[in-house]
């Protein structure tokens, strides 16, 4: 299954991570792709958001990992580096993923081999206007298979700044 969106701004971006951060358990992985300023920090903002963290979350661009207190423990990991495969697999890859935690990765593409098989697969692409998002929403896995009509409800929901702009 393929569940394909399009966002028109980065706050509607920070809203589909949220909604889709509702529906996050421990344990969860969510793999973001897309190029350079498409929005997986954006996205991985609303997550955290839907997941209590009160920290401010800052792209781990340079860290490669952030963890954030939150009754879910929230890790960010950011593999834009290539070397970073090699550490990522030297600290653990599974440890980070370790099933207490919801663990978003930014170019999750890059180190898929590391990932479980089950995840959401998030792709982001530009679209037609600047601030157009394309979005496709991949359950990967059998356990994502079983949640996928969770996933469907959620993402049905107009977004808070949708409403009233139906006309759009
Ligand atoms: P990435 O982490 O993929 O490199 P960021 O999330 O850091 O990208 O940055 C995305 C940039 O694009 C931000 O400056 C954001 O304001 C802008 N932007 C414009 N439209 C959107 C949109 N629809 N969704 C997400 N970000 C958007
Ligand atoms: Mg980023």
Redesign the pocket.
């Known amino acids: 299954m393929n569940l394909e969106t399009?966002?028109?701004?980065?706050?509607?971006?920070?809203w589909l991570g949220a909604r889709i951060g509702s529906l996050l358990r421990a344990g969860d992985v969510v793999s973001?792709s897309?190029?350079?300023?498409?929005?997986?920090?954006?996205?991985?903002?609303g997550v955290a958001a839907a997941l209590d963290v009160r920290d401010d979350v800052v792209?781990p661009?340079f860290t490669l990992v952030r963890e954030y207190a939150a009754p879910i423990p929230f890790v960010h990991i950011?593999v834009?580096r290539l070397d970073r495969f090699q550490e990522l697999h030297d600290l653990g890859f599974d440890e980070l993923m370790s099933g207490t935690t919801v663990t978003v990765v930014?170019w999750g593409d890059r180190v898929s081999a590391l990932l479980p098989v089950d995840r959401l697969d998030v792709a982001?692409q530009f679209?037609e206007a600047?601030?157009?998002?394309v979005?496709s929403i991949v359950p990967a896995g059998n356990a994502w298979a079983m949640r996928c009509d969770a996933l469907v409800a959620v993402l049905d929901r107009d977004g808070p700044e949708l409403e009233g702009e139906a006309a759009r």
């Not at 897309?34 to 903002?45: E, N």
């Not at 600047?130 to 998002?133: L, N, T």
Request: aromatic letters at 6%; proline letters at 0%.
């Open positions: 399009v966002t028109r701004s980065s706050e509607e971006t920070r973001l897309g190029d350079l300023g498409a929005g997986k920090t954006v996205f991985a903002k792209s661009t950011d834009y930014e982001l679209g600047d601030d157009d998002r979005v």
